[in-house]
């Protein structure tokens, strides 16, 4: 190993991302900065309060009762790094491997400083001093015993950064063929978030139920009580009866104790707990074999994971294999080709249809957004969100007591659950030129009036948006019904937001244009002013919505009247407002054509910059 060539790698890599910090400007500096200072006073606040916590305590916890708030505090940590893996799921490494192939550098060492630098996330940040504060409380309380504890909480954190640093690579090694990464990210996204949240309507769905058994008992076990403490021929019933219940509390407790006692065994990061609690009760041997286990298992996941990329970077498929390239049937092809111009069939491709009332140029962009948003494993995974929601939301309100209250404001809801669906692809609909990347050229390039580009990006995301508004209003129809005009209304108030919110998502594409990074929906260096100008401008969204209130106003107001019970006021307010939108939303798109042909090629520089 050439020390002085590790020292220059290393040096390299502090001056890349000094110049990378600096190139972002001075505002983009003092806020890291910030940051910075802040993250930092965060880490010792939490080393500090968990200290404090833990001394206050633990001195009165018992073991078995330690082990739990390990086991929360496991979890927890596991649950925000998956959280921060199915983020970004595909690795991308520190230092390039390709990069230093031709140096006399060693690529074990590389391998590890990415690795380590892999450390590097907010939930290390949150958990580490959290957990090695109750370290030190241990020591303090327990004593020198408890030293132990800290390289089990170090042997922890190795396990699951090793195991994730692997699978990671994995992944990226897979996601080399691009329709097939576009589907592990949207099937690990999804699984990972409805795993997430089947808790979650569980609880909600069966905790009315045990809360009225719970509180149900407690009287029970007052009533035997007060029976039991009063003299009469009922007393002793009483005792034994309360005596039984405390006896099979307790062997409902010891099942539960050892059934979680049995899953820390069983599953390897749970040997942080197990190991905390055999050292409390002074068996150091298992508390040292709990971290050697899990440190032998994350040297076995570094060294496959190292061996995996090597065999990748070189040329190979995995160690010690050679990588076969497999290459197809011309004839068998051409075979296929004869046969299917036999046939005599031609399948209409989705983007060679037409759209009915549009032009072939409009229809044309329509079509192709569409094709690629159905494609694009963000825009799944954003679609995620509004179905998470709608279920929960969903759960709530059937479960709920006050759900004939709640039927009098139904069309005045319809409004919310609207902008509830619109909301979730506010982020399309903002930067509709973000995903189009390199593509944006041939917008730039082509002899199409730039208000039918504007109308076809809006018709692309018509089927997402005004899909999950239909699907809110008829979740709502089942849950708070409506008579028929009313839901009527509702989908004339949907259609009425969609192009409302297409206009302002329209200005917004237009003056806030951001470069997404490949399979995501994050910025790719973004200016920091064009961050919050997104940010701020979803306070635009409610106040573009806010006129649609005006027919459930009205109609609240003046529905019991004799002359309004005769007219359906909420549909027919909203059709008139309907056909006022849609002129209005026309002229604004040719004024907002004008303004994108002056400012596009400011667009093309950025989602072209790399």
Known sequence: MNWSHLRTTLWLRWRILVNRVRRTGKLNNVLFGLVLVLGTCICVGLFVLSLMLGLSGLPDTQPQGLMQIW???AMAFLFFWMVGLVTDLQRSDAMSFQNLLHLPVSLGWVFLYNYLSSFVSISVAIFLPAMLGLCLAMVMVHGPLMLLSFPLVLAFF?????????????????????????????????????LTQVPNLINMKFLESNRAERQQARVELRELTSVARAEGPEQEAAKFEIERREQASQVEKNTREHYITMGTLAVPVGWLPYGVRATVDGRWAVGSLCTLGMLLLGAWSLRRSFHTTLASVVGGSSAGHVAVVTVPSVGRGLESEREAAADGEHKTLMVERRLPFTSETVSGIALVGLRSLMRAP???????????????????????????????FAPMMSLGAIAMGLLSIVQLLQNQFGLDRAGFRAYVLSPVPRHQILLGKNLATAPLGVGIGLIALIGLQFLLPVDLSHFFGGCLQLLSAYMLICLVGNMLSIFGPMRLKENTLKADNAKFKIILFQILSLVLIPITLSPLMIPAGVEFLFGRRDWAQAVPLFPLLHGIGLVGIYFFYRWMLREQGAILQNREQRILDVLMRD
Not at 378 to 407: A, C, N, R, W, Y
């Open 378 to 408: 963000e825009v799944k995974m954003l679609l995620l969100s509004p179905v998470i929601l709608l279920g929960l939301f969903g759960v709530m309100l059937s479960g709920d007591s006050t759900q004939e209250d709640l039927g009098r």
């Open 71 to 73: 086991i929360a505090l």
């Open 158 to 194: 190795v396990l699951v950064t090793a195991v994730t640093y692997q699978l990671r690579g994995w992944l990226a090694h897979l996601m080399k063929n691009k329709r097939r990464g576009r589907n592990i990210i949207a099937v690990i996204t999804v699984g990972f978030v409805l």
